[in-house]
């Protein structure tokens, strides 16, 4: 399967550098698995968008192998070059989401994307969080000297801007904690210096990769065979991890309601195990109607504890979530939020039906 490229020499550039960054990243996974795990590579997966003609998608993933819970690195290239009347042009991302099977191994999360407007004009998102089961501050003190690494060569200011709109965006107001130890965020980024947006860009990406390829193989490298209480404080975050996602997550959300099309690919992002009685016991935390939503997610999920996140329950999860918002198009605005609220589902309509 194929699908047509943006005609932005921009969007097309990006993309170049995006599949590098995936390249890197896969092949570090893959290097822990040969030297921690079993063996086994990540898997190649694609989605397309109205069937190639606006693009689509190509991931790298993993399911249940002795290096991964759950990993999904997915380089998506949306363009609307025939639809003139939509405010976007294209939509460039690289979104990476590791859930490593031993509960020491901290889970981690990175996007970063470039948003190209029909006037020409456009904007990076720049994310990175490391989500740890047990917290270690040996890990986030790497992890945060990271950010600083990666955007060292931005304009001043702007990693204490990153450091700011990430601890913002990843709260849980709910279980007053946040998803992480350690979270940056950029949006709508653009010093209209585009050649150093880029590099920044990728300085950025290859900071985040390389410091949490180096974090998992010093853990496992020194890691027991987990503890019966480690494997419940794992379960129990990757639930709170899904909370989040599924109630809080804008990136996400948006994903589902711009279109139906990478459903499971988007919720990639999820771990496969949750504790769906944990998850209800969280409900009457929650302000209505998110509180709704999150019961109905507990009853989609599959009967036991762990419940596994199937491909048919990610599916049914995805059509959960998205009706949720069709019906309550008022709780978005209890979603989370940096100082900067991007408008990715308005940017995928067209001005005739903005109007």
């Known amino acids: 399967m194929t699908f047509t490229p943006a005609g932005s020499a921009t969007a097309a550039t990006v993309r170049a550098l ?16 040969q030297t921690h795990g079993d063996g086994l590579r990540l898997q190649p997966a694609q989605w397309l968008r109205d069937e190639g003609r606006h693009g689509g998608g190509h991931r790298l993933e993993a399911t249940e192998t002795a290096l991964l819970n759950r990993a999904s690195l997915n380089v998506s290239a949306i363009h609307y070059d025939d639809l003139p009347d939509k405010r976007l042009s294209s939509a460039t991302a690289l979104s990476c989401i590791v859930h490593p099977q031993h509960p020491r191994a901290p889970s981690m999360h990175m996007h970063v994307s470039w948003t190209e407007l029909r006037d020409g004009r ?10 740890p089961a047990i917290p270690d501050g040996d890990d986030r003190a790497a992890f945060m000297d990271a950010f600083a690494r990666g955007l060292s060569g931005a304009p001043e200011g702007t990693l204490a801007t990153a450091l700011t709109q990430g601890d ?25 210096e585009p050649a150093a947006d880029l590099e920044l860009a990728e300085a950025f990406s290859v900071a985040v990769i390389d410091a949490y390829l180096a974090i998992v193989h010093g853990v496992l490298a020194a890691a027991a065979p987990p503890t019966p209480d ?10 709170v991890y899904l909370l989040q996602v599924l109630t809080l997550d804008r990136g996400t959300s948006s994903g589902l309601l711009v279109h139906d099309q990478n459903d499971v690919g988007i919720l990639g992002s ?15 935390r929650l302000p209505a109607p998110q509180d709704r939503l999150l019961a109905q997610i507990a009853d989609v999920l599959t009967d036991g504890t762990p419940s596994v996140l199937t491909p048919s329950v990610r599916e049914s999860l995805a059509q959960t979530v998205r009706a949720h918002y069709r019906a309550h198009p008022e709780a978005l605005a209890l979603q989370a939020r940096g100082d900067i609220l991007p408008p990715t589902v308005a940017n995928h309509a067209s001005e005739r039906s903005r109007s």
């Not at 995936?22 to 698995?33: I, K, N, T, Y």
């Not at 794992?234 to 639930?239: A, F, M, N, R």
């Open 18 to 33: 995006l599949e590098r960054l995936q390249r890197r990243f896969a092949e570090g996974l893959d290097r822990l698995s």
């Open 122 to 131: 456009g904007g990076w998102r720049m994310m990175g969080d490391l989500n």
């Open 168 to 192: 913002l965006y990843f709260a849980i107001p709910a279980l007053e904690r946040h998803r992480g130890v350690a979270h940056a965020y950029l949006e709508q980024y653009n010093s209209e």
């Open 230 to 239: 480690e494997r419940r404080a794992q379960l129990d975050y990757h639930s």
């Open 270 to 284: 999820l771990p496969n195990r949750v504790d769906p009685d944990l998850l209800r016991s969280w409900t009457t």
